[in-house]
């Protein structure tokens, strides 16, 4: 009996070598439109899908392979007597191999301004029904959805003349995982264009990038997967110019530097460990900024990751390759600046596109047997209701002040106190079960410092105590949401003691 491969694909990657290697191991071929063009124009004998049919494509090619003769010969049992029996009296061959690959759809909806027909057009009906039918009949039929598995199939093929049923059931997993991503993005397209915030059912696809040595400690596992829609603004995206592989906590920190650092439209620099800033400067150029960053916090920066938001020239470079560091990220690296950099074998250099028109709507965030999910925290400064309630107004450079500790103090883990000046941060204090707490960690580091600096609060102070020990290290503005039924008594103690302070009607909770 002839075997029988059906081959339709849009991504013809591979597919005519593959194909010949069929022919040559004796199967017919069967296919359809441009796959079938493309296979006889390079001397593959071809039998058309509706020659086995009788029955033409039709609707514009929206039905091509819908018929019960294809997909008979995908689902029967081929060694069960009763479904022989019933291909016999039908005419229905059956078909060992299928090789498909499906219209484009996520490469249709990237395109800008896409139109919705057109999305619409590029969702695939015939092939992943007869992925799923192969897929699903594993025990018989050897199924292909990705080239990379032509040469594994064909090397079986040649060596025993079929493929393993280990090797059947591993590429109808891929089949189904596939299949199931593919209708997630038309999903998740469709619930987006109808406008539908929190559906009923959330499906997330994501495509692994690579398998970590471990996770956030050794004794545990690890990958890190990228959402195909991503914005290139991102760690999953980034190119990697030099240094080992990344690490599970290189990863999370990297990502806390650039959420960071996207908060700046002039030069800037952050310094990150453990996911929290221990530094962060603003100059008239990058090594400026740098500088500020280091200045900020000498000893913390140590084995930690910095962003950069403007391309790393060899004046900056000097000073990074002085200090250890896990991570430099930047927009670019000028050829001088990589020279100096790339002496120390370890450090990783990554390159990033700072377009920051993130495509992420939501954010998600997993917890045993759930998924919380939420907008990005894009309100900064320029979003706020600022409100001076002190009698006094900042000055230009405390306004500066508050508007960097401003930018900063929403990306530390609350409760959040950051003291800064108009160039850099001071101090900062991070993720203490009390306010008090968090602002006397960032006041002791801040020191001498703190006189005539600002202090930003992630949230509102429910008492003045924490304004009364920021009063007592010098601070003479203070920028936190106000909202409190008790905000008075703390415009109170700053009147009292001659101090501006501004509320922006907005939290930054960070847990």
């Known amino acids: 009996m002839t075997k029988r491969a059906l081959i339709s694909v849009s991504d013809k990657t591979g597919i005519l070598e593959f194909a010949k290697e069929l022919e040559t191991l004796g199967y017919e071929i069967l296919s359809t439109g441009g796959t079938k063009k493309h296979l006889q124009e390079n001397g593959v004998a071809v039998t058309a899908v509706d020659e086995v049919t009788n029955f033409p494509e039709i609707l514009g090619g929206r039905v091509k392979t819908l018929n019960p003769l294809i997909h008979g010969g995908l689902l029967a049992k081929f060694d069960d007597p009763e479904h022989q029996a019933q291909m016999d009296e039908h005419g229905i061959a059956p078909i060992e191999i299928v090789c498909v690959n499906l219209y484009p759809f996520v490469e249709t909806i990237s395109k800008p301004n896409v139109e919705f027909a057109d999305a619409i057009e590029n969702i695939d009906i015939g092939g992943p029904t007869m992925l799923r039918s192969a897929a699903k009949n594993q025990k018989y039929v050897s199924v292909i959805v990705d080239a990379t598995d032509y040469p594994a199939v064909l090397a079986e093929l040649k060596a025993d003349g079929q493929t393993t049923l280990e090797t059947r059931r591993r590429l109808a997993a891929k089949v189904f995982r596939?299949?199931?991503?593919?209708?997630?993005?038309?999903s998740n397209y469709l619930t987006d264009y109808v406008g539908e915030e929190f559906p009923d059912q959330l499906t997330l696809t994501y495509e692994l990038k690579q398998t970590l040595r471990y996770g956030e400690n050794p004794h545990q596992k690890a990958a890190f997967y990228q959402k195909r829609l991503a914005s290139d603004f991102s760690v999953a995206y980034a190119e990697q110019l030099h240094g080992k592989e990344l690490s599970y906590n290189n990863i999370?920190?990297?990502?806390?530097?650039?959420?960071?650092?996207?908060?700046?439209?002039?030069?800037?620099?952050?310094?990150?460990?453990?996911?929290n800033p221990c530094?962060?400067?603003?100059?008239?150029?990058?090594?400026?900024?740098?500088?500020?960053?280091?200045?900020?916090?000498?000893?913390?920066?140590?084995?930690?990751?910095?962003?950069?938001?403007?391309?790393?020239?060899?004046?900056?470079?000097?000073?990074?390759?002085?200090?250890?560091?896990?991570?430099?990220?930047?927009?670019?690296?000028?050829?001088?600046?990589?020279?100096?950099?790339t002496v120390k074998k370890n450090i990783r250099l990554l390159t990033i596109s700072f377009d920051q028109n993130t495509k992420d709507k939501f954010n998600t965030v997993s917890v045993e047997g759930g998924l919380l999910v939420q907008e990005p925290d894009r309100n900064g400064f320029d979003e706020a209701d600022i409100q001076v309630v002190t009698d006094r107004e900042p000055t230009e450079a405390e306004w500066a002040a508050l508007k960097l500790g401003w930018s900063v103090v929403k990306h530390v883990k609350s409760n959040a106190i950051v003291v800064t000046?108009?160039?850099?941060?001071?101090?900062?204090?991070?993720?203490?079960?009390?306010?008090?707490?968090?602002?006397?960690?960032?006041?002791?580091?801040?020191?001498?410092?703190?006189?005539?600096?600002?202090?930003?609060?992630?949230?509102?102070?429910?008492?003045?105590?924490?304004?009364?020990?920021?009063?007592?290290?010098?601070?003479?503005?203070?920028?936190?949401?106000?909202?409190?039924?008790?905000?008075?008594d703390s415009i109170d103690v700053a009147n009292a003691a001659g101090i501006t302070m501004v509320t922006t009607g907005v939290r930054h909770f960070k847990h």
Not at 454 to 480: N, Q
């Open 178 to 186: 596939h299949t199931a991503a593919y209708d997630s993005y038309i």
């Open 252 to 275: 999370q920190d990297a990502n806390a530097a650039l959420q960071i650092v996207k908060e700046f439209t002039q030069p800037a620099a952050v310094a990150v460990k453990h996911m």
């Open 279 to 341: 530094g962060v400067g603003v100059g008239e150029t990058i090594a400026e900024a740098f500088n500020e960053a280091y200045e900020a916090d000498s000893t913390s920066i140590f084995g930690g990751i910095v962003a950069l938001n403007r391309e790393v020239d060899a004046q900056t470079a000097e000073k990074l390759a002085g200090i250890f560091l896990e991570i430099i990220i930047a927009p670019s690296f000028s050829q001088e600046a990589i020279e100096k950099l």
């Open 421 to 488: 000046d108009d160039k850099m941060t001071l101090g900062v204090g991070a993720g203490q079960m009390n306010r008090v707490g968090s602002a006397k960690i960032a006041l002791e580091q801040a020191g001498e410092k703190a006189k005539g600096a600002a202090l930003a609060s992630d949230a509102f102070f429910p008492m003045p105590d924490t304004v009364e020990e920021a009063i007592k290290a010098g601070i003479t503005a203070i920028i936190h949401p106000g909202g409190s039924k008790r905000d008075q």
